[in-house]
């Protein structure tokens, strides 16, 4: 089955960038979306399709891809950006959704 | 508004039955596909099933963890998500959230629900 691979934690301090990937074999071909989900609350779509973003979500957050790591990448962290991120991608080869196993973001 | 509804969740001893169910408005709800995703406990994002937005030949979708023992289904003309759990066990405890699909599989789930908390537990 297809796998996700995330870094379970990652620390940046408040006006860095933070930098949160997922790996998986050719993900480069896949369309990768991204959650974040704070304690306490449901996830929220803050990527989609690599690096499209849901209206609302702030310029700070884009994606990008490579062959096999995707990345979500938050410019100018606040303190408000403190959650899990979770890549999810589809496979089509078994349909079956694939969540990575989340990162915890911190700021410092 | 799209919103998102979940219920159903309780405890419930291992071996047993439950069904969840997630209303839902604010949007034309046969349009789109729709998914049960869990959270157990300090865990990260399961995806459980999948259904497509036809009711009359629907695509059905489960992880591996769950074939067999859960199905999913939905009532357009009710605007309703479900999912019937049985031979319940504990590493089913979890929080299931209903989310928005799309048309296809690949889509992102764009809207979803506060999540309703089931513990497997005698």
């Not at chain 2, 839902?24 to 157990?40: D, K």
């Not at chain 2, 089913?92 to 699909?101: E, K, L, M, S």
């Amino acid at each position: 089955s297809y796998v996700l691979t995330q870094a379970p934690s990652v620390s940046v301090a408040p006006g860095k960038t933070a930098r949160i990937t997922c790996g998986g074999n050719n993900i480069g071909s896949k369309s990768v979306h991204w959650y974040q989900q704070k304690p306490g609350q449901a996830p929220v779509l803050v990527i989609y399709d690599d690096s499209d973003r849901p209206s609302g979500i702030p310029e700070r957050f884009s994606g990008s891809d490579s062959e096999n790591t995707a990345t979500l990448t938050i410019s100018r962290v606040e303190a408000g950006d403190e959650a899990d991120y979770y890549c999810q991608v589809w496979d089509s080869s078994s349909d079956l959704v694939v969540f990575g196993g989340g990162t915890k973001l911190t700021v410092l | 508004e799209v919103q998102l509804v979940e219920s159903g969740g309780g405890l419930v001893q291992p071996g047993g039955s439950l069904r969840l169910s997630c209303a839902a408005s604010g949007f034309t709800f046969r349009s789109y596909s729709m998914n049960w995703v869990r959270q157990a406990p300090g865990k990260g994002l399961e995806w459980v099933s999948y259904i497509s937005s036809s009711s009359s030949s629907s695509a059905i979708y489960y992880a591996d963890s769950v074939k067999g023992r859960f199905t999913i289904s939905r009532d357009n003309a009710k605007n309703s998500l479900y999912l019937q759990m049985n031979s319940l066990r504990a590493e089913d405890t979890a929080v299931y959230y209903c989310a928005r699909g799309s048309l296809t599989g690949d889509a992102p789930f764009d809207y979803w629900g506060q999540g309703t908390l089931l513990t497997v537990s005698s």
